[in-house]
C-alpha cells in the first residue's frame, strides 16, 4: 500500500506531478521553451508531458473539463509513469480551476497503483509516497479515498491469495485483522451455531470440506445513522470452488480462487464505511467455506433443507453460491431490512453474457434503489445491467420432490440464479452477479490483473448517494411503515 501525506513543502529537487487546466498557470519552474513543448504535446492530444530534470521528473498534466471516468484515466496514465520509472516519491499538486476533477485525478493514480507481489522472491516495487498539495479543508476528502481504496486493495489481495492460503478460518482471521482498532460489531458464527440455526445450505456446500464452515456478521450501526432499519449487504464467500461432486473442468480452475471475491467486497465495503463513519446502518454477511468433493460430500440428488425450512433438490453440487446465499437472506429476514443486497461470482452464464466489464444486476420489489444503484455504476464505471427476474424464469427451478431445486437448464442461468435467491427474499432485493468483472486476466485500465475489487467503490458511494438525497428519509419512512 503507498502512503498518503499532506504536505506544503516547496522543492524543486523532489518529483512534481502538476495537474491545471490552462498552460497559463503553470509553476514558475517551467519555462517558454517547456512551454511549447507542452503546446506541441496538447495539439498531438497528450496531455500528460514528462520533464526529465537531473535530479527529479516534473510531470505536467493539463485537464480538460470531461467525464468523471476520463479524468481516472488521465490519473491511471500517471500512476504507470511512477511505476515505470520506479519513483518512490511524488509531490501531487493542482492549481485550484482543477480542484474538482482532481479528486477523480487522484482516485485513478491511486487504484492503478495496485501491485500483488506477495508470492513474489523478489520484491523490486516501491511503496510510494504521495505527498498531496491540497488546503487544509479539503484534507478530508482524500483521506476518505484513500480509506476507499486501502479498502478495495484488500479485496484484490484476497482475491489474488492462492486458495490454500484462504481456507475458511484464514479469511475469518484476515478479516479480523482489518478491522483491528476499528469501531464495528464482529460475530463470527462456528460450526455449532451454524447448525443449531439450521443452515442446511452452508452445511450442505461444507459436508465435503476438510475446513468448518463460518458465517461472519459485520455490523455498523453508526451514532448519527440516518436509517433505523438496515441495508444488507450479502457476500459469496466460497474460498475456491472445484464444483464439488459435479466437479469443474480442469481449464480455469484455478480461477475459482476468486468464488470468495463477493464476501471480500462486503467485508472491504463494511471497513470503509465503519472507517469513515458513514452515518448508516448497515450489515454485511459472508458465509464462508470451499466446495470440495469428497466421501462426505453433498451429492447431487441430495435434498437439503435451508434455514427458513423449506427443502432444496440439489441437481448441480456447483451450483453451491446460492445455496450458501439462501441461508444469509433468510438470516438477513430477521433483520427486518430497508434492502438488501448480495454480491457475488454466481454464475459461468453472467460471465458469458456480458464479459468482464459489466455485473449482471437483478432485482425484486426494489425498481427506485436499482434505478439510483444503475446510476452510481456509470459514475463509478463499476457499471450495472440489469437482467429480469420475470416470473416464468422461475420455472426451470421447480421441483417435483422438493420446494425448489438449485439449477435449471442451460438457458439464461443467470437469471435462474437470481430467481432462486428471490425466493429466499422477502424484502426489497438486489442483486448483483460479478462473475464476469470479480477477475480479470490483463491489465485494464486501472483494474490489475486478478482480482478487481468490484463493486467496492459502487456500493461504497451509493449508500453516500442514497444518505445525501432529500428524498431518502421518505424511501426509508415509507419503508418502514
Ligand atoms: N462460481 C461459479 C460461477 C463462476 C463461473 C464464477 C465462472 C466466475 C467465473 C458458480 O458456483 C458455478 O459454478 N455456477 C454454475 C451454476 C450451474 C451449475 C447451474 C455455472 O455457472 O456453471
Ligand atoms: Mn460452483
Ligand atoms: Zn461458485
Redesign the pocket.
Given at each position: 500500500m503507498f502512503e498518503l501525506i499532506f504536505s506544503n513543502i516547496h522543492s524543486t529537487t523532489k518529483n512534481l506531478v502538476w495537474v491545471g487546466t490552462k498552460i497559463d498557470q503553470l509553476p514558475s519552474e517551467i519555462d517558454d521553451k517547456d512551454k511549447n513543448i507542452i503546446n506541441k504535446e496538447l495539439n498531438r492530444s497528450n496531455n500528460v508531458v514528462v520533464f526529465n530534470r537531473s535530479t527529479h521528473l516534473e510531470i505536467i498534466v493539463i485537464l480538460e473539463p470531461s467525464d468523471k471516468e476520463e479524468i481516472r484515466k488521465v490519473g491511471s496514465k500517471v500512476s504507470k509513469i511512477v511505476q515505470d520509472e520506479n519513483l518512490s516519491e511524488l509531490i501531487l499538486q493542482c492549481n485550484d480551476e482543477v480542484l474538482i476533477y482532481f479528486y477523480e485525478f487522484v482516485e485513478g493514480l491511486f487504484l492503478n497503483s495496485y501491485r500483488f507481489n506477495q508470492y513474489k522472491s523478489l520484491k523490486t516495487e516501491n511503496e510510494v509516497k504521495y505527498l498531496l498539495q491540497v488546503s487544509d479543508k479539503y484534507e478530508a476528502y482524500f483521506i476518505e479515498l484513500y480509506h476507499l481504496v486501502k479498502s478495495v486493495f484488500w479485496a484484490r489481495d484476497l482475491v489474488n491469495r492462492a486458495p490454500s492460503d484462504l481456507y475458511s478460518s484464514i479469511f475469518v482471521q484476515e478479516i479480523l485483522n482489518l478491522f483491528e482498532g476499528i469501531a464495528i460489531n464482529i460475530e463470527i458464527l462456528e460450526k455449532k451455531q451454524i447448525e443449531s440455526m439450521k443452515m442446511g445450505g452452508l452445511l450442505g456446500v461444507n459436508k465435503g470440506s476438510s475446513t468448518p464452515p463460518y458465517f461472519v456478521i459485520l455490523h455498523h450501526n453508526d451514532d448519527q445513522a440516518l436509517n433505523t432499519k438496515p441495508f444488507i449487504f450479502v457476500g459469496k464467500g466460497?474460498t475456491f470452488?472445484t464444483?464439488g461432486i459435479s466437479l469443474?473442468p480442469a481449464k480455469n480452475m484455478h480461477e475459482m480462487k476468486s468464488?470468495m471475491a463477493g464476501g471480500a467486497v462486503v467485508a472491504s465495503l463494511m471497513y470503509a464505511l465503519a472507517i469513515n463513519h458513514i452515518p448508516v446502518n448497515a450489515i454485511g454477511l459472508i458465509p464462508i467455506t470451499d466446495?470440495m468433493p469428497g466421501p462426505n460430500s453433498l451429492l447431487p440428488g441430495d435434498i437439503i433443507t435451508m434455514m427458513d425450512g423449506r427443502t432444496v433438490e440439489v441437481v448441480n453440487t456447483?451450483?453451491?453460491?446460492r445455496l450458501i446465499l439462501a441461508d444469509a437472506l433468510c438470516l438477513a429476514q430477521k433483520y427486518a431490512p430497508t434492502l438488501v443486497i448480495s454480491i457475488a461470482t454466481l454464475t459461468g452464464a453472467a460471465h458469458k453474457a456480458l464479459g468482464h466489464y459489466v455485473i449482471a444486476g437483478m432485482q425484486s420489489k426494489a425498481s427506485a434503489f436499482f434505478e439510483r444503484l444503475e446510476k452510481i455504476g456509470m459514475d463509478t464505471y463499476e457499471r450495472i445491467v440489469e437482467f429480469p427476474l420475470w416470473e416464468e424464469y422461475f420455472n426451470p427451478i421447480k421441483s417435483d420432490i422438493a420446494d425448489i431445486k438449485n439449477a435449471g437448464n442451460e438457458y439464461a442461468g443467470a437469471i435462474t440464479a437470481g430467481k432462486f435467491l428471490e425466493f429466499f427474499s422477502d424484502f426489497p432485493f438486489i442483486h448483483l452477479d460479478i462473475a464476469g468483472p470479480a477477475y480479470i486476466t490483463k491489465h485494464w485500465g486501472y483494474w490489475p490483473q486478478g482480482g478487481t475489487g468490484v463493486g467496492v467503490r459502487l456500493l461504497y458511494n451509493y449508500l453516500k448517494s442514497l444518505l445525501d438525497l432529500p428524498e431518502f428519509n421518505e424511501i426509508i419512512t415509507q419503508n418502514e411503515n
Open positions: 466460497i470452488d464444483g469443474k468464488d466446495n456447483d451450483a453451491e453460491g
